[in-house]
């Protein structure tokens, strides 16, 4: 058990996972979510306000959509820099702008506070089971004290470096989701066309040049109808490209498949997936080819339609 004391602000469909194996592990943790529904939901003790929260305990984990959110939290009347008291350390554990995440750090430091930005990686799944995958930016020795805490739902924690390398790293490795799971949906769908049986075809991807997280992760569970709900929706994966692309342009990169990946998640969005997981941008392509679902029937092939 960890002496530390944990507070949690987001208890969305991650941000609760985080929280329960804290708990499940017999450490201390109270959490906060503007969403009383939600908050009651989730079975963490609620406390009634940001600012209790943080005036009652040792680290504070954020789980929250974006910096648009995650600003006003941290910096806005009644967050969590009015109230933050030298050695405590706050743990970003949502997917930011990286320029964002470096004057919030700037902040907290005038008050001897420790941010620290810590990209996860791996989804529900990984967040019920304790693996997910976690990259930190910030100090060291902070991240040594809260290690504890984030070990109970992650089993790899990386160090990247100064403030804001945690949330690069995060952007660099969800554009590289993204471009999976969109084109691997794109195939998939030309393979059920194609009148493959996917299962096997599956089969062939994962023990051939063209296998990736989606295909072994993903696609045996969407072509059986379950598309793992309860991870990334479609909007915010929208929304770390969008990042992944303002932070790329910054540096000087050109990127090509990066405005296209993003068009794929934004018209599955507009067809009315985006709150949902971000899968299900294989029925965005779906719709598009005249109604596929991986799920139905397999027909013969015959040619062009």
């Known amino acids: 058990m960890s002496t530390l004391r944990t507070g949690i602000v987001g208890v969305g469909q991650m941000g609760r996972r985080m929280a329960a194996r804290v708990r499940e592990a017999g450490d201390p943790i109270v959490a906060y979510d503007r969403d009383a529904e939600r ?6 003790d609620p406390v009634g306000s940001l600012g209790e929260l943080v005036a009652t305990v040792d680290v ?59 990209g996860i990686s791996g989804g529900a799944k990984a967040a019920d089971a304790g ?47 993204g471009i999976s799971l969109a084109a691997t949906a794109e195939v998939m769908v030309a ?18 040049s063209g296998v ?7 696609f045996p569970h969407i072509i059986k109808g379950d598309y793992l709900e309860g991870g990334l929706t ?39 997936y985006e709150d949902q997981i971000s899968n299900r941008v294989v029925d965005g392509i779906g719709d598009l080819a005249g109604g596929v679902r991986l799920q139905d029937p397999i027909k ?4 062009e339609r």
């Open 300 to 303: 013969p092939y015959a040619g």
């Open 131 to 177: 693996t997910l995958t976690i990259m930190v930016g910030g100090d060291a020795a902070a991240l040594a004290r809260v290690r504890p805490i984030l070990e109970r739902f992650a089993s790899k924690i990386f160090h990247m470096g100064d403030s804001g390398t945690g949330h690069i790293a995060k952007l660099l490795n969800n554009f590289l989701n």
């Open 60 to 118: 504070v984990l954020l789980s929250l959509p974006d910096s648009s959110i995650i600003e006003p939290v941290m910096l806005g009347a009644g967050g969590v820099l009015g109230h933050a008291r030298p050695g405590q350390v706050v743990v970003d554990l949502s997917t930011a702008s990286p320029e964002s995440t470096q004057r919030i750090h700037a902040a907290l430091a005038d008050r001897n506070v420790d941010f620290l930005d810590a």
């Open 234 to 272: 479609g909007r915010l994966m929208a929304k770390d490209i969008r990042l992944y692309l303002e932070h790329v342009a910054r540096l000087g990169i050109p990127t090509f498949s990066g405005p296209a990946c993003l068009a794929v998640f934004e018209v599955a969005n507009a067809l009315g």
């Open 212 to 218: 990736n997280f989606a295909t072994l992760n993903r």
């Open 39 to 44: 908050l009651a939901a989730s079975g963490i």
């Open 191 to 208: 393979a059920k066309l194609s009148g493959l049986d996917l299962e096997k075809f599956l089969d062939v991807l994962n023990a051939s």
